[in-house]
């Protein structure tokens, strides 16, 4: 993977201006769908709380993406940072 010195869009910041305020999903919509706590769903917009393999299979049956899209986005983001 080619790595840029530009740190790669966060995960929630994807999650919240690509999905969920287009198609007008609230945080407590998201909770319920992922079987996550308010809490935790909000941690999560905020890329406080990672993208697990559980997250992305919800993420992608609620939004109609893929499962890889999301661990594909987190592992870009863990890579950028570890490096």
């Known amino acids: ?3 840029t010195k ?7 910041d994807i999650l919240v201006e690509e999905f969920l305020q287009p198609l007008g999903i609230s ?10 706590s308010l809490n935790q769903a ?6 406080r ?3 697990t393999q559980e997250t992305a299979l919800g993420l992608a049956n609620l939004l109609g993406t893929s499962a ?3 661990i594909n986005t987190q592992t870009r983001v ?3 940072r570890a490096a």
């Open 27 to 36: 945080h407590a919509h998201l909770a319920h769908a992922l079987g996550l």
């Open 68 to 70: 890889a899209f999301w």
């Open 78 to 80: 863990d890579l950028w």
């Open 42 to 47: 909000q941690d999560l917009c905020e890329s």
């Open 1 to 3: 993977m080619l790595m």
């Open 49 to 51: 709380l990672a993208i």
């Open 6 to 12: 530009r740190q790669p869009e966060p995960v929630g």
